[in-house]
């Protein structure tokens, strides 16, 4: 059985709603997958210690910037730094199969500008950009990418 994990932090609520119809989804098209939720809103809240992952995984990241343009100023993240933590603990940079990025198109050079941050910075990919996680019909892309690690 093939084990993938998705993890993210959601702060608004929406995030958390998508990774969890994306896990139904998967769940419901593909025998022999185990789908293993992590948020890391929870581990940081709950006092748990990061760990090492033993199977990939793919990394859901919305978007929260300092104010600013994106260009000049406004490129530091806040809030979301965790994310980039656990990603950095042990070896699990090797593991991300990539980072999807979610966030408003009215910002801008902001746009998803975290996950092109941690594209750059541990070397996977950025394998989808969500204009609105909420819109379950906008993950047709990363849907397509997920079924090859399926198969």
Request: hydrophobic share 35%; charged share 20%; aromatic share 12%.
């Amino acid at each position: 059985m093939k084990k993938i994990s998705l993890v993210y932090i959601s702060l608004s609520g929406n995030t958390e709603s998508f990774v969890t119809r994306l896990k139904a989804y998967l769940l419901e098209q593909y025998e022999n997958i185990e789908v293993e939720k992590i948020h890391i809103k929870d581990l940081v809240k709950e006092g748990e210690d990061f760990f090492e992952m033993t199977n990939p995984y793919v990394a859901f990241l919305p978007t929260y910037l300092e104010g600013g343009n994106g260009v000049d100023n406004g490129d530091v993240e806040i809030l979301t730094t965790p994310v980039g933590d656990f990603i950095a603990y042990g070896d699990n940079a090797s593991k991300c199969f990539g980072v999807v990025g979610s966030g408003n198109r009215n910002f801008n050079n902001q746009y998803c500008l975290t996950a092109k941050q941690y594209s750059q910075r541990f070397g996977f990919p950025v394998l989808a950009d969500l204009r609105c996680v909420v819109c379950w019909e906008t993950s047709r892309r990363l849907l397509g990418l997920l079924q090859n690690f399926t198969n």
